[in-house]
């Protein structure tokens, strides 16, 4: 049985309705109140496994109000279930503001474990890349989501995205500004439902496939993209060199290489061996 006063975050299924703990079937049956971000979406998982408990919507327009409506069930004894339309509560997703409350108020909150989009899609990409950053939802609008892309384009390990159908497009062709025409990109779109798909390729083959297939454009879909190449350890980032410059105007070359070494955090050697560069090129004494 659910213990008293405790919110269970519960996560259902991404798609396919059989994706479901029992666990989780057990919780939602016996729970008090289920707390679910669209009533009607809930309906379907609750008609195919005969879960008959009350369902009230928390969702992200109402998720501070109806917050205060659960910890009033929680200090009467209630037990709560959150739940969301797939997928697990607070990743992309409402609930995470209702966690804050209850977890402020002092009541127990209990994990159970289920279905998440990307590391669904992350398992059948073949990606070997042992690291990962999980994103979500890029801004909607162009330049906002570029800037975006921008300050991620250096990160090493993959990165994964939601986007929407109406999206997908302006994503790719943003992608494709940012990161240049060869980047990789795994495509998994509608997950564990009929029309599954998993491609990949370039960021240039995934625009030319999307746009030549509009099919392809429809549904949810989870964006890997790889990872930048590492760079050679023995090269001096862009701000390192512009330091050791400015440096090497007022000072002679062996103080300025020291001082940019403790500025920057950078190899001694490398800045060196540019300045020596550097010294011959611009600096002559």
Not at 32 to 38: G, Q, R
Not at 225 to 241: C, I, M, R
Not at 266 to 281: C, H, I, P
Request: glycine share 6%; proline share 5%.
């Amino acid at each position: 049985m659910p213990s008293k006063s405790t919110l269970y975050v519960v996560a259902t299924p991404i798609g396919n309705l059989n994706d479901i703990s029992l666990r989780a079937l057990d919780i939602l049956t016996k729970v008090d109140v289920v707390a679910a971000e669209h009533i009607q979406v809930s309906g379907h998982l609750f008609a195919a496994h005969a879960i008959s408990s009350k369902l009230i919507s928390l969702h992200q327009h109402n998720e501070t109000v109806v917050s205060n409506k659960i910890l009033a069930l929680l200090n009467s004894g209630k037990s709560v279930a959150l739940i969301t339309d797939a997928g697990t509560p607070g990743i992309s997703d409402p609930g995470a503001i209702l966690v804050q409350y209850v977890r402020a108020q002092g009541y127990s909150i209990i994990p159970i474990p289920g279905a998440n989009a990307a590391i669904c899609a992350l398992s059948a990409s073949g990606i070997t890349n042992p690291h990962f950053l999980f994103y979500g939802f890029l801004p909607a609008k162009t330049g906002l989501r570029k800037r975006a892309l921008i300050e991620l384009k250096p990160q090493l390990c993959t990165l994964i995205f939601y986007e929407a159908p109406h999206r997908i497009l302006e994503c790719i062709i943003d992608m494709l500004d940012v990161f240049g025409p060869q980047r990789e990109l795994t495509v998994a779109r509608e997950l564990t439902k009929l029309f599954e798909t998993i491609h990949r390729g370039t960021l240039y083959e995934i625009h030319s496939w999307l746009q030549e297939d509009i099919n392809q454009q429809k549904g949810e879909f989870v964006l890997l993209l790889s990872g930048a190449e590492p760079t050679d350890k023995s090269e001096v980032s862009e701000q390192a060199e512009r330091t050791l410059k400015c440096l090497l105007i007022e000072l002679p070359l062996k103080q300025s290489v020291k001082l940019a070494a403790e500025i920057t955090g950078e190899s001694k050697n490398s800045l060196y061996q540019l300045a020596l560069k550097l010294k011959n090129v611009r600096y002559p004494e």
